[in-house]
């Protein structure tokens, strides 16, 4: 997990230790705290809820956030960290001040001395209800009093009498009653008003009832009194009630209850002890939450306020980066953030400027290579399409550019490639273009065209048409050479035979006109006078030889008249298999001669039937002049999808290679009596069909292949 | 908050008041008790510090699909204050202001903790076959109570009982 991701989790990891923290605070029943409690927990409830929030459109982001929001988020949780952090401490503090301080204030000293201080005013009462007990007890059974209660004492000598026991005893008030709680007498020191008769209260009642003494203390107006109640006891029962009353002294009383307002108060501190400190906590958590959520909102807004310019900015960058260029940012007056947008906005529009400049020399620049491409284009289109083989060689003598053409027509090696020094291709068989390279450069003339004949592997010979210029740096920025290489070979062969043929008519014209008549005149000589020469066998001999070789130089015209006026092929639709049967139907006499049948008889070839049954029964006699009687002849047929090819063999001797290389040439022939042209003719034909006649093996067996194509288009054939 | 239901479930677990119902011919009279720890009352008492109980009776007729119909409430609020120096205890009742001094702690506990036969509700106030019930607040306070207006709104300790009848 990365950084970034890590941080996303930082509300949820609050969230939940505040959740953490509100489930340890969540106040119970007897831990005091009351509402501020429930106010703290909702407190911290609602913050964990804002952070649970928070942290979840967090982690259900996905693409990049809303620029300036982390950075908002950051600085909110940095300003309530920072506040976060002292209030903490502080409250800790706090929390640890107010334990020591209820430590101090609930010491056991202070209890011991508020115990001690309440025993002695517990102490103070008790002593005044035991006097007052001791001495009513001293007139339980006094006979005066019974008389008085009973009647027998008139009013006047009980209220002295009264008075006496007040004085004596001192007592503020004492009253009188008999068994029917009537007031027989009573006396009070100081106010007469005072002597209004009240009624018993059950306690005087209790006393009367039991026959026991009993006080109690009683809060008047004027302070507290003790009541002592002591039942008059006659010889049966009792008599009458006897009801005095103590003022206590008002100093002493209320330093009493004050000991026992302290008691009290420091007992309730003492059991409201952990209420307190709740309390406190509760208080300063309270105003911790308060603090901090108002932190919060002050950083947020504060964040929002300082961020939003930041956000604005990022917002622009990122625009930028997407290649928005027309952004301008609002302009924060007079701060560092203000300078920092006016400076951004100054960026971008030089930026823009750049790039439109940048936009537009690229277009000037593409539409150039555009122009420069489309130059190259028709300069290599040109090239791959010209039949004539062209190198440019630069002034470093290395091969620039070459073509197809020159590849194919000179059939060049896999080393002929550009950046190859053209000095180290151009030997071997290669060396006529080398020295023909040689003599252009070292000329003063700046083109040379030259013929010559280039013996290539396999033994072609190629006859070359080599032309070649020097390219002057001054014009073209490129110094260098241009050769450009034809084929010409085909060009000088039908040079060479329209050439014969010319010869062949000019012979045929000059020639045969005159041998019939010598023919003729022989064949007169011979029949007129035979009878009448001395030596007729001379004479036939010398007649016939006369006959014969006009009629040799017929022939011989005749195959030339041929060569020079070949017609052009009559194709149609021929089968390969009558071909052969038209062989062995001429052949059929030699037995040594086998004419194999194709499969498919419905195998057809476009051809001009005559011409090709032409070339084939040259080729078998041919081969029946060349061989001897043991020798095999055989014929036979190959059918493709695109040629028909027809092949002869025979095992004869075979012919020499030196032979061979010349054995389609016009008037080579290495029979005595033959004109040479056989062949010449064969091939002649076979190239009017598109096709060829090839010598495949020289011996062993001897092979000559006449392939044709079956199809010829309409445009060829015409 | 399912927190705060959980404990309040389990505070009225685990007491085990009583409240009965008395009808009378012309009053409907409330027994109820509190069986609250001795220490609740005793301590706090012993002292010194004032204890008070805040019944708070309600008659309401049963509804089946709404709120329960309020027929009648009544407030009695009794307060013992000790008096350490005499080792008594004035028994005050603040609605009527009747109070009474007693010396034996366990008279002050029972008036705190029973409210024994109190007349809550004029019967012709009810009808006859109609089911109502009756519920018995109690708040207890230790110590002087908050006069402030919001001390109200958060009782400190609580006991709820309830009891249906029906007059016949």
Known sequence: MNR?????????????????????????????????????????????????????????????????????????????????????????????????????????????????????????????????????????????????????????????????????????????FDVNERQIGGIQAGELTALQASPLNSTARLAMRLGRVVTELVMHKNGEVAVGYAPLVGPVSVLGLLRVEVQLPAGVIQNARSVEEDYRNYRQLERNRQTIRSTFTHVMLFVTLVVVLLAGVVALLFARRLTAPVGELAEALHRITEGDLDVEIAHSPRDELGSLGRSFNTMANRLKQNVEAIEQAQLDLTSALDSSRQRQYVLESLLANLHSGVVLIDSEHRVRLLNQAVRDILQLPKEWKPSADFAELSLGNMHDIGDFYDELRHQEEDYLQREFDMALSE?????????????????????????????????????????WAEVARRLAHEIKNPLTPIKLSAERLQRRFRKQVDNEQVFDVCTKAIIDQTERL???????????????????????????????????????????????????????????????????????????????????????????????????????????????????????????????IAKRIAEDHGGDLKLLSLAGPTHFCLKLPRHVQEKEAT | MAVLMMMQASFAEDASDTLHIQIKEKVIYCSAELSVKNSVFKLPMQDGIAVATEWHVKIGKVRQYWLNESIGNITVMRRVEPDLLTHSWLLVD???????????????????????????????????????????????????????????????????????????
């Open chain 1, 459 to 499: 033994g072609r010979t190629l006859h070359v048409l080599a032309r070649g210029a020097r390219l002057s740096a001054s014009g073209t920025a490129f110094s260098g050479y241009l050769l450009v290489i034809d084929d010409i070979s085909e060009l000088a062969e039908a040079q060479k035979n329209k050439a």
């Open chain 1, 4 to 176: 970034v991701n890590a941080m996303r989790l930082v509300p949820l990891l609050m969230a939940s230790l505040l959740l953490t923290a509100t489930v340890m605070l969540w106040p119970s029943t007897d831990s005091g705290g009351g509402l501020l409690a429930w106010v703290n927990v909702s407190l911290m409830l609602l913050m964990a809820l804002l952070l649970v929030q928070y942290g979840i459109r967090l982690l259900r982001e996905t693409g990049e956030p809303a620029p300036g929001s982390r950075l908002r988020a950051k600085l909110v949780i940095a300003l309530v960290t920072m506040l976060l952090v002292p209030a903490m401490v502080i409250q800790m503090a706090a929390s640890q001040m107010v334990d020591k301080g209820m430590d101090v204030w609930f010491d056991v000293r202070v209890d011991t001395l508020l115990d001690r201080a309440l025993n002695l005013a517990q102490g103070f009462y008790e002593r005044v209800e035991k006097d007052m007990k001791r001495d009513l007890l001293d007139y339980i059974s006094d006979a005066a009093l019974l008389a008085a209660v009973t009647g027998n004492m008139d009013y006047r000598t009980s209220n002295v009498y009264l008075t006496e026991m007040s004085k004596a005893e001192g007592w503020q008030k004492v009253e009188l």
């Open chain 2, 94 to 168: 603040v609605s009527s202001g009747i109070s009474q001094r007693v010396y034996s702690i366990d008279d002050a506990i029972v008036f705190l903790s029973v409210l024994k036969h109190f007349p809550v509700l004029d019967r012709s106030l009810l009808l006859t076959n109609v089911p109502y019930r009756a519920a018995v607040n109690v708040n207890i306070h230790v110590g002087a109570i908050n006069p402030a207006w919001w001390a109200s709104l958060w009782p400190t300790t609580a006991a709820s009982m309830r009891k249906d009848f029906t007059l016949p």
């Open chain 1, 554 to 680: 017929q022939r011989l015209i005749s195959d030339f008249s041929t060569l020079a006026r070949m017609p052009q092929p009559k194709l149609r639709e021929v089968p390969v298999n009558t071909l052969l049967s038209d062989m062995y139907e001429l052949f059929h006499s030699y037995r040594r001669i086998s004419v194999k049948i194709i499969e498919d008889e419905h195998a057809l070839c476009q051809c001009d039937p005559d011409q090709v049954r032409q070339v084939l029964i040259n080729l078998m006699d041919n081969a029946v002049s060349a061989t001897d009687e043991t020798c095999a002849i055989r014929v036979y047929a190959v059918v493709s999808d695109a040629f028909a090819e027809w092949h002869v063999e025979d095992d004869g001797d075979g012919i020499d290679a030196e032979n061979a290389t010349k054995l389609f040439e016009a008037y080579y022939s290495t029979k005595s009596d033959g004109s040479g042209l056989g062949l010449a």
